[in-house]
């Protein structure tokens, strides 16, 4: 499959029932992410509850859409229902390949002036929902769907500005890999991820990482300086090379 469909508010109803049916990691309070993920998050996985936001970044910095759906992939193998919403160029091939279970995704192409009433519905029943964030959202309801996804147990990943996001991600570099002298495939892409956030994410971290992942990834965590000026040793070099 292609992921599934939805179009109209029945159609979202009668997905939203079946996915909220009793799963094997529905009472597991922190959903998986890919290996490469988890010193980006402060439980190392997607938290029941929080909002983990993908800003956008610049076109220069292109990348938050591979890291958006690598958000996905481990929690999706794992048995969780996932939503994209907002997505119209949505590609189910690259989020295949990257290990998304396309029978228990559901993709809303164009929500239209519905979007928050149907992110809503989503949080009510999907265990992780992406959406693309509408230049027009207000603060007010920003808040509300945050607390939605608080009080089900959904984790709500927002893919642009989102204000009191628990953690923010965001692609600050990226180097293409496989063209040689003006010939060749693009293959991968090492990015730089930065995170910022609250509580437990307050220190700002900052990794670089292969998308798509593979045995050869290479992982270098390091902590940047805190806000008042301090800053922590570099960790050492992880994984295979």
């Known amino acids: 499959m292609a992921g599934r469909m939805?179009?109209?508010s029945a159609a979202l109803a009668d997905l939203v029932r079946p996915a909220s049916a009793p799963d094997p990691v529905g009472g597991h309070r922190v959903l998986p992410v890919v290996s490469e993920l988890t010193g980006l998050l402060p439980n190392r996985g997607l938290r029941r509850g929080s909002t983990i936001a993908v800003a956008a970044g610049q076109p220069s910095r292109s990348g938050g859409t591979?890291?958006?759906?690598?958000?996905?992939?481990?929690?999706?193998?794992?048995?969780s229902w996932c939503a994209v919403v907002g997505v119209p160029t949505f590609g189910a091939g690259a989020a295949a390949e990257l290990g998304i279970a396309l029978d228990r995704l559901a993709l809303v192409p164009n929500p239209g002036p519905e979007w928050a009433t149907v992110v809503a519905a989503l949080i009510d029943g999907v265990d992780v929902v992406v959406t693309t964030v509408p230049a027009t959202v207000s603060a007010s309801v920003a808040t509300r769907l945050a607390a939605r996804a608080r009080q089900r147990g959904s984790v709500l990943v927002p893919y642009g500005r989102w204000d009191g996001a628990d953690v923010t991600l965001q692609v600050v570099r990226g180097v293409w890999e496989g063209l040689g002298r003006?010939?060749?495939r693009l293959r991968r892409r090492e990015i730089t991820v930065s995170a910022r956030g609250r509580g437990a994410a307050a220190r700002p971290k900052e990794i670089k990482v292969w998308l798509p992942g593979d045995e050869l990834t290479r992982v270098i965590p390091r902590t940047l300086p805190s806000p008042v000026g301090r800053s922590a040793a570099p960790?050492?070099?992880?994984?295979r090379g």
């Open 66 to 79: 591979s890291l958006m759906l690598a958000l996905l992939a481990e929690a999706s193998r794992a048995g």
């Open 6 to 8: 939805v179009v109209g």
């Open 182 to 184: 003006g010939r060749g």
């Open 235 to 239: 960790l050492a070099l992880v994984g």
